[in-house]
């Protein structure tokens, strides 16, 4: 029993560490609401092997035939937590996401359109609720986060919230569970990073430049987007309810029409 035990996080998966004698391995199970949440696990596959080969994310093992689980190698660390997001670490975070977005954009994987991934939470969302005035909100929100930025595509992790990152004894930054990576915009990533902090606002100009942000109107429309798709992933697994989530896209409905206003 001291050869496996369940390791935290993980709100769509479970993982358990694996201690063998050949080493220690994370055992993955995949969660069964793949296709309410549109995950294309043969993508996430085929994207973590590329990765592992750069060496930007730990080697798969071994994943079973009817890809309900798969066994990877275990990086020792401590997974970051949203008051370790100083602004030292998040430029350490920006320039490993940037890694990731300078690779050569791999061919057969999904490109990801915010509005249809959107579709599918709002599905979901549909057939758990008949709240008239949250639901009133889907079509005007879906028409004004349709788009990207501008044409940029490059890979993307889509979720690189902290509970995704493993800080090493050494310090090195590890980004893990790259299942809603997908071929995207570059500011979504740093949109999603960025969701969780509370910086002020020299210490995020500081950031943008880092990274090579200069256009602030992109910017903008790319925080907004991914605040609306973390919003909706929220009720549509249950951790939010439909007040908390009909005041916060009423919120963002305010901020894009002002933004929109200003254009």
């Known amino acids: 029993a001291d050869q496996v035990q369940p390791l935290p996080g993980g709100l769509t998966n479970q993982c358990f560490l694996l201690r063998l004698e050949g080493g220690q391995y994370v055992l993955r199970l ?12 043969d993508a996430e596959y085929r994207i973590h092997r590329l990765l592992a080969a750069k060496g930007i994310t730990p080697a798969i093992r071994y994943r079973s035939p009817k890809d309900r689980y798969w066994v990877r190698d275990y990086v020792p660390g401590r997974t970051l937590h949203k008051q370790d ?7 350490a975070m920006v ?7 300078e690779l050569p954009k ?7 359109s915010v509005t249809r991934k959107a579709g599918y939470y709002w599905d979901s969302i549909a057939a758990q609720t008949q ?33 995704n990152w493993i800080e090493t ?4 930054l590890v980004l893990l569970d790259w299942e809603y990576a997908a071929i995207g915009h570059p500011l979504w990533d740093l949109a999603a990073l960025l969701q969780e902090t509370n910086l002020s606002e020299a210490d995020e ?23 609306y798709l973390s919003a909706l992933w929220y009720r549509a697994q249950g951790y939010w309810s439909d007040e908390e989530l009909l005041v916060h896209l009423q919120g963002l409905s305010v901020l894009v029409e002002r933004n929109a206003a200003h254009d």
């Open 169 to 172: 004894a050494d310090g090195k």
């Open 30 to 41: 995949e969660g069964r609401n793949s296709r309410a949440l549109d995950i294309n696990r």
């Open 85 to 91: 997001l100083t602004l030292p670490r998040l430029l």
């Open 106 to 112: 791999p061919d057969a994987i999904p490109e990801l």
């Open 131 to 163: 709240d008239v005035e949250l639901l009133s909100l889907r079509a005007g929100l879906q028409a004004r986060m349709n788009g990207a930025p501008d044409d940029e595509r490059c890979l993307c992790h889509m979720d690189p919230t902290p509970a």
């Open 205 to 227: 100009a500081r950031i943008l430049k880092a990274y090579g942000v200069r256009n602030y109107r992109q910017w903008d429309f790319a925080r907004a987007q991914m605040n």
């Open 95 to 101: 320039q490993q996401l940037r890694r990731v977005h």
